[in-house]
């Protein structure tokens, strides 16, 4: 120990071992600290999925949709129980979510948010009596029935396979052909679903025969194009009969 403090040139091994110790330690501290950063910003990222999680828990459930808001309770709720979506043969049974909160975490805090707004007409308005939600009713069915027509009634799909229903009736089955090959969506046909029966505004009315008359224009397109197909492709046989 002494003899190393005293030899100057026998320094240089534990000199560079030194330097080499000093530099690996800096390095792992930059390392760890690099990684410390890390797992800290993992953990927060984690955090907060974890609480946007329980937010639309919290929103999306009936519980929230349906009692804690009391007007739903006596109104939608009530009628969505008295629907045939409450009562399945297989036991299936929509959530008010499910229909009207998108399934997707991020779309679904857009649509809790958007949720906020019915706060201030809560807020704004007296909604103790009995059938004051009436007042609002043909404005907010509106707002939802142009909801399902811009998200490709996506609610719905989120069950309902289209290319899997098989109505039992000639009607349901003769439309539902049409719907797919025009790519109509379900809320064009299928308003009044659960809740009170709401009368479809003219500007609801007007966009869906809007977009039932489109199909049939899109429907008499194809069929053209089938027409001008149908020379090529005798053409083409023609060709394989000359060969
Ligand atoms: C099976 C799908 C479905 C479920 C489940 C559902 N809704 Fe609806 N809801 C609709 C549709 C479709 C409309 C658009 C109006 C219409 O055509 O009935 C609507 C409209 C509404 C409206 C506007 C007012 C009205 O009467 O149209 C409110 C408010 C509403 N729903 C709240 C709820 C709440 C709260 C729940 C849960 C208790 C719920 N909904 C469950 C499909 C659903
Ligand atoms: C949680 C799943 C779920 C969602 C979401 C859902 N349905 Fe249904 N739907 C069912 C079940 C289950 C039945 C009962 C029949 C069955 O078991 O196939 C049913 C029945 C129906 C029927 C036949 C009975 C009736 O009421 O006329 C129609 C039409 C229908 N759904 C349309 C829709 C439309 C339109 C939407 C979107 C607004 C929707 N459903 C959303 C599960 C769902
Ligand atoms: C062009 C109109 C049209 C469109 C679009 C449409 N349907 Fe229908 N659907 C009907 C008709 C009509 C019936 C038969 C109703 C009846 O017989 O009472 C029916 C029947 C049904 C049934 C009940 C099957 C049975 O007979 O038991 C279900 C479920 C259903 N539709 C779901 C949907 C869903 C979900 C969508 C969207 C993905 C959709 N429909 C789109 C017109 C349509």
Redesign the pocket.
């Known amino acids: 120990m002494v003899d190393q403090d005293n030899d100057s040139p026998e320094m240089r091994g534990p000199g560079r071992f030194t330097r080499l110790q000093e530099w690996w330690y800096s390095e792992f501290r930059r390392i760890v600290g690099a990684w410390v950063f890390v797992v800290v910003l993992l953990v927060m990222g984690a955090f907060f999925v974890a609480v946007v999680d329980f937010t639309d828990y919290v929103f999306s459930h009936?519980t929230f949709?349906?009692n804690v808001?009391h007007v739903?309770e006596s109104?939608?709720?009530e009628?969505?129980q008295e629907?045939s979506?409450w009562q399945t043969e297989t036991g299936v049974r929509?959530?008010?979510?499910?229909?009207?909160v998108d399934g997707r975490l991020t779309y679904a805090m857009m649509d809790h948010f958007v949720g906020t707004g019915e706060l201030f007409t809560w807020l704004t308005n007296d909604f103790s009596k009995p059938g004051s939600f009436e007042k609002?009713?043909p404005e907010?069915?509106n707002?939802?029935?142009f909801k399902?027509i811009d998200n490709d009634s996506k609610?719905?799909r989120s069950c309902h396979v289209m290319e899997a229903i098989k109505p039992s009736g000639v009607r349901g089955q003769r439309e539902h052909e049409e719907a797919r090959e025009k790519g109509v969506t379900c809320?064009v046909c299928?308003?009044?679903?659960?809740?009170?029966?709401?009368e479809?505004s003219e500007e609801f009315r007007n966009t869906i025969d809007a977009i039932l008359a489109a199909g049939e224009e899109e429907e008499g397109a194809p069929a053209g194009g089938d027409d001008l197909l149908a020379p090529d492709f005798s053409e083409e046989s023609g060709g394989d009969s000359v060969l």
């Open positions: 009936n949709c349906g808001c739903m109104t939608v709720y009628e969505l629907s979506h929509p959530t008010c979510a499910d229909c009207h609002f009713r907010s069915a707002r939802e029935r399902f609610g719905c809320i299928h308003y009044n679903l659960v809740h009170k029966e709401v479809p």
